[in-house]
């Protein structure tokens, strides 16, 4: 039997993508995309789709049982740097979405879970190269706090009620389809538009900051690896580190050039460079790698090719 499935919060960068995913594997039918408001009409009008709350228990409750979910993706966050604007807000949407998925998993009602962590929930303490699946994270921003906590109350779900929840610490995802929203990652995508558009960039972040990123089809194929793997394989119940490329923006803003040899690129760095600064530059994923096969395809030069093709065709017709 096929599994029915709801995205939370289908509209943003990942949900977008990751609903024509899963919808490609499952079928339009089983896969009910959800989001507060109905923004991106494409998706909208694309399969099944609802309005919902993240943060409203009872209406998360009645879809699925309306829709005899089994499966959720929990894709609805505010992320960094919108969360050091917001913080309250921040915790509220972070957590109470997780517990009310978490705890419809314990009651019975759906039987899986995806939920993503990030490379937030590290910090100025944590090793930052390489870093371990099991190190310090003492996070200083609130969304880093929500993940750091979140991948805590998922261990604990699956420990005392058996909840099978899934989870992976994003990097920076750059994609071409949806943009992000209130990330400090963010400029790795903007700096492609703006490449295209008008030939030059002003970075947020200064131009030795290396941080961990990935391009979106590797993304994808990371969320629905660890989601068919068989649970006995799923040796980590917090989070699973996850690592494709690293680079600066000094470096990406080189691969453009490479193609755009008149791209000029400037730096401003804002408040979000503190928060890159607490991050690491790169990731041990070994133990992804060791449980359930993970491996990435894009490294920066082809992700820029595919990106410069994808923008040159949407803005250029
Ligand atoms: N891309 C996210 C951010 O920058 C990290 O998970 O907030």
């Not at 995205?7 to 339009?28: D, F, M, Y």
């Not at 194929?221 to 680079?247: C, E, Q, V």
């Amino acid at each position: 039997m096929s599994s029915k499935i709801l995205i939370i919060g289908a509209c943003g960068q990942i949900g977008t993508e990751l609903t024509t995913k899963l919808r490609e594997i499952h079928g339009v039918n089983n896969v009910i995309a959800s989001d507060i408001n109905t923004r991106k009409l494409d998706l909208v009008n694309a399969g099944p789709f609802v309005i919902l709350d993240a943060k409203n228990f009872n209406a998360i409750k009645d879809c699925c049982i309306n829709n005899n979910i089994d499966t959720v993706y929990l894709m609805a966050a505010l992320l960094s740097a919108t969360g050091e604007k917001y913080p309250m807000e921040a915790w509220d949407l972070n957590m109470n979405s997780l517990f009310h998925v978490l705890n419809l998993a314990k009651g019975g009602q759906i039987k899986k879970v995806f939920w993503p962590s990030s490379i937030a929930v590290f910090g100025p303490t944590t090793p930052s190269l390489n870093t371990p699946q099991h190190t310090i994270c003492e996070p200083t921003t609130v969304y880093g706090i929500t993940k750091q906590v979140g991948e805590r109350w998922c261990e604990y779900y699956y420990n005392k009620y058996g909840v099978d929840v899934r989870s992976i610490r994003y990097p920076g995802i750059i994609s071409y389809k949806a943009m992000p929203g209130g990330g400090t990652t963010d400029y790795a995508v903007e700096i492609y538009h703006q490449a295209i558009k008008e030939g030059k960039y002003t970075s947020f972040l200064s131009k030795n900051t290396n941080l961990p990123m990935m391009f979106m089809d590797d993304a994808i194929k990371a969320t629905t690896d660890i989601m068919a793997a068989p649970a006995k394989n799923i040796s980590i119940r917090s989070s699973y580190n996850l690592a494709a490329i690293s680079f600066t923006p000094e470096e990406i803003a080189n691969s453009i050039k490479a193609e755009i040899p008149e791209f000029n690129i400037s730096y401003k760095p804002d408040f979000r460079q503190a928060i890159a600064d607490s991050w690491p530059a790169s990731i041990d994923d070994s133990v992804a790698r060791n449980d359930w096969n993970w491996s990435h395809e894009f490294d920066l030069k082809t992700m820029t090719a595919e990106m410069l093709t994808q923008l040159r065709k949407k803005y250029n017709g």
